[in-house]
Nanobody, 127 residues
Framework: QVQLVESGGGLAQPGGSLRLSCAAS????????MSWARQAPGKGLEWVSG????????YYADSVKGRFTISRDNAKNTVYLQMNSLKPEDTALYYC????????????????????WGQGTQVTVSS
């Protein structure tokens, strides 16, 4: 069965850094684009970043561009989100998600294109 397990969340100060990890199993990880999305209190689910199946191309929401970096290690079936220069508005539950389409030539920003989700890891940015 498909399983996505996020880790690495926690409490950070404004300007600080965290690195999130998502360990995947139950599918051919190297064949699928992956994304991170987040949900802040009282807000809808927001797409944050995505990466091609081979890691060659990455995409970011404007709100995190220049501060966050997505990467993946297909040998370890893991996708990462390095978060630097954190802001209080980054506070959210962060989810890892698998694109439903193998070897897609795009990274979907429409979250309905993702068929499996992790349980989420909480990131809190506060002084």
């Amino acid at each position: 069965q498909v399983q996505l397990v996020e880790s690495g969340g926690g409490l950070a100060q404004p300007g600080g850094s965290l690195r999130l990890s998502c360990a995947a199993s139950g599918f051919t990880f190297s064949s699928y684009a992956m994304s991170w999305a987040r949900q802040a209190p009282g807000k809808g689910l927001e797409w944050v970043s995505g990466i091609y199946s081979d890691g060659s191309v990455t995409y970011y929401a404007d709100s995190v561009k220049g501060r966050f970096t997505i990467s993946r290690d297909n040998a370890k079936n893991t996708v990462y989100l390095q978060m630097n220069s954190l802001k209080p508005e980054d506070t959210a539950l962060y989810y890892c998600a698998k694109d439903s389409r193998p070897l897609s030539t795009i990274v979907a920003r429409n979250l309905r294109e993702y068929d499996y989700w992790g349980q989420g890891t909480q990131v809190t940015v506060s002084s």
